[in-house]
């Protein structure tokens, strides 16, 4: 993508040129130097009671971004923004030395600039500074967005940060916000007589959550490393050498996808207290949400109520404590616990609309009804507790029922925020799980190591003790009422940037004072990649077949159901997402979708797919449009095949394989429809690798990437048009009437 915020390209020069204007009249554009006595929130309250047309002798120094700018023949009206607020400057000829003077009309909004003078307030009431000197500190060579419109294009938000917060008062205030919570959190821990640490970044052994890591080298020891995806196991080490009381709040990473609550690089606190247990775990969390709540969001004491996504959420009181099964009682309006047959539990969960699998128990039935059915019912704060086993494998039994685990997730507005558990201490029984985890990684690669060292330090003797881990960014969103993850970090992941040629040379200089690369030289060297050519302008596109022919071709070298089906499915999706992005060309985007897979069951060969199916569509008389088309959405296995580049492409890689998971995900439901199939059951199809294996996730991912999409995005994107593409779509609603 080019740089689409320097509008208009010539508003650009003219800055440029009068930068060089104030160089050429001796004046720098940059000082080092700048002189700040007063911010503008603390004179509107110092001034308050100054009458209008009203002066004094006090002289101040302010500085700020100008945000708005009126010239008026001698006179002219400067508006500034600090970290506080905005301040007018008051500037007239005679007032103004000469050299100030002459700079105001050289000013620019955006020109950061600072002023001295006295305070006063104009006859309209407005409280200004009235300049004798005026000092530009940094000349703005791009112009803001309108202000009438400001800056809502979240694409430009994210991944211009220091836009947004210029543009957007609100957001600078969530991210004050968010230094005050986690201040808050910090004092919290301390007053209960936790000891802040720091553990490495780093791991050599992949532990303490499950989740796929990233992987860095380590030179100095030329083997690979980890980033570290939890600090559980490190923490607990503490608690093995007497540190009774630990926490750390620090940065986690995990090579997943991006969703509204999801991103690779996040912050998470952990804390483990000796001799503690759940009830403990419980008590330190109901205090410290409503300590946040009074300190950072202005609530009474016995009165922490905040509002969150429109829903009005009560945190003050003692917080609910309930079993993951009463839950799931009450959504299905009957008493079902561990010993409710397994039969009568799929019958359940079949009533309700949810898959189940034979080899499943009593406790993952239990939990798919809590989970799909009870879980977003839940609103006000809420352990719930008593997890199964049979999805809590590493979690410590429940002395008076082994089947179950002593474990609560706290869980507000159908999100959870932390999980806690009574740590598991026994060294012979944490070394058999570990074990487990290997052999479970045959299936799994999310699945931990075998950590010898923390077992070494369990068999010297661990104490009873709590853990907890909060979700830091989740809280955030929470106490600022923040939908997404990405609107609580400062910079969130991005796919990388598209950048050209010109967008370099547009920033260069003409000439520097050393040595500097040529345009060719930096383009090169860019991490992102760069290109001398913007994206083609849509044009109508042929592929040299009619619809009919495109589906004898199909037939022709495909007998199998499933395989017309699927070509048939990818037809209708390229042909919904046409309609969206390029309409001139919806037939041909059809007939990419159709034939994307041709050769697929009579060769099947994973290097050669696509290549020969171009074979087949060129004798049939098919443009080199189609089969190129086609053809990137196999690059990854056959790197002589194009790269997935244009929107059509982008949108074919993505739907072919995450289509063909939703396709396995919807057979095992009692419906075997799309219409009622809901993002949360494909994210949990899509996080367990054995379902649908054959579907790769990082294909999936690549996907959301090469459509600048969160997977949540994606995953919702792709589900509604297989359900405006659905055979059974019409007869669905009309048995379905809203």
């Not at 419109?149 to 600078?172: A, F, W």
């Not at 205030?173 to 720091?198: A, H, P």
């Not at 592929?543 to 089906?565: C, M, V, W």
């Not at 994210?683 to 969160?710: P, Q, T």
Request: charged share 30%; hydrophobic share 35%; with cysteine.
């Amino acid at each position: 993508m080019s740089d689409q915020n320097a509008r208009p390209t010539d508003e650009r020069t003219q800055r440029r040129a009068r930068r060089q204007a104030l160089i050429n009249e001796g004046v720098n554009p940059y000082p080092i130097n700048s002189t700040v006595t007063a911010h503008a929130a603390e004179l509107e309250e110092k001034y308050a009671s100054l009458e209008d047309g009203g002066s004094t002798d006090d002289v101040v120094s302010v500085a700020g971004r100008i945000r708005a700018l009126r010239r008026q023949g001698k006179v002219a009206f400067v508006v500034v923004e600090d970290v506080s607020g905005q301040i007018q400057l008051f500037c007239r000829k005679g007032v103004l030395d000469d050299a100030s003077w002459n700079l105001v009309s050289q000013l620019d909004l955006g020109d950061i600039v600072d002023a001295t003078g006295a305070v006063i307030r104009t006859r309209r009431g407005q409280l200004s500074v009235s300049p004798t000197t005026l000092t530009m500190l940094s000349k703005s060579l791009r112009p803001l967005p309108e202000k009438f419109h400001g800056l809502t294009d979240r694409e430009i938000r994210y991944r211009q940060r220091y836009l947004d917060l210029i543009m957007n008062p609100d957001v600078r205030e969530t991210f004050r916000k968010r230094s005050q919570i986690i201040s808050t959190i910090r004092r919290y821990m301390e007053s209960q007589g936790y000891l802040e640490v720091e553990t490495p970044m780093m791991h050599q052994i992949l532990g303490g959550a499950n989740a796929k890591p990233f992987v860095t080298h380590f030179n100095a020891l030329d083997c690979d490393f980890y980033l570290r995806i939890a600090t559980e196991l490190p923490l607990k080490r503490l608690i093995v050498g007497g540190m009774e009381r630990v926490f750390e709040i620090g940065r986690q990473f995990r090579n997943e996808g991006m969703d509204l609550t999801h991103n690779p690089e996040f912050t998470s606190m952990e804390a483990y207290c000796a001799y503690s247990n759940l009830q403990g775990m419980k008590e330190l969390t109901q205090s410290l949400f409503q300590t946040i709540a009074r300190e950072c969001c202005g609530c009474e004491p016995g009165h922490e109520v905040i509002t969150y996504q429109g829903q009005t959420v009560d945190m003050s009181g003692t917080w609910r404590s309930v079993s993951l099964s009463d839950v799931a009682s009450e959504v299905v309006g009957e008493h079902i616990d561990m010993d409710t047959p397994v039969e009568h539990l799929r019958e359940l969960c079949q009533a309700n609309g949810i898959e189940w699998q034979e080899g499943w128990g009593a406790g993952k039935l239990l939990f798919e009804l809590y989970d799909e059915l009870g879980e977003k019912t839940i609103v006000d704060p809420t352990f719930v507790c008593d997890y199964p086993e049979e999805v809590s494998p590493l979690s410590k039994r429940k002395d008076e029922d082994p089947r179950l685990t002593d474990r609560f997730e706290l869980v507000i507005c159908g999100n959870e925020y932390a999980n806690a558990f009574s740590e598991l201490n026994d060294p012979v029984d944490q070394a058999g799980r570990f074990a487990e985890q290997v052999a479970a990684k045959d299936f799994d690669d999310e699945a931990m190591g075998y950590d010898y060292d923390y077992v070494r330090a369990l068999e010297y003797g661990m104490p009873p003790a709590g853990g907890i881990g909060y979700g830091i960014d989740r809280m955030i969103m929470l106490f600022c009422d923040q939908a997404s993850i990405r609107d609580v970090l400062l910079f969130p992941q991005m796919k990388p940037e598209h950048i050209t040629k010109a967008d370099i040379a547009s920033q260069l200089p003409d000439s520097t004072d050393n040595a500097a690369a040529s345009v060719d030289a930096i383009v090169a060297d860019a991490e992102a990649g760069a290109s001398a050519e913007a994206s083609p302008e849509t044009k109508r596109l042929e592929s040299g077949l009619t619809r009919d022919q495109a589906f004898d071709l199909l037939k022709k070298y495909n007998e199998d159901p499933f395989h017309i089906q699927h070509g048939e499915t990818l037809e209708g999706l390229m042909r919904y997402y046409a309609e969206k992005y390029d309409p001139e060309n919806v037939d041909f985007w059809g007939q990419v979708g159709l034939l994307h897979d041709l050769d697929w069951e009579k060769f099947q060969d994973p290097v050669q797919h696509t290549v020969k199916a171009g074979e087949l569509i060129r004798e049939a008389g098919g443009s080199e449009e189609l089969v190129h088309a086609i053809q990137t959405h196999n690059s990854d296995n056959n790197p002589d095949l194009p790269a997935p580049e244009s929107k059509m492409e982008c949108v074919l890689y993505a739907c072919d394989e995450l289509s063909g998971l939703i396709q396995a995900a919807i057979l095992m439901r009692p419906s075997k429809s799309v219409m009622d199939f809901e993002v949360k059951s494909l994210k949990k199809k899509f996080k367990d690798k054995r379902f649908a294996a054959g579907c790769s996730r990082d294909v999936i991912r690549h996907g959301a990437e090469l459509n600048d999409m969160e997977l949540d995005e994606l995953f919702a994107s792709v589900i509604e048009a297989m359900k405006a593409i659905a055979p059974d779509r019409d007869e669905w609603l009309a048995s379905h009437p809203e």
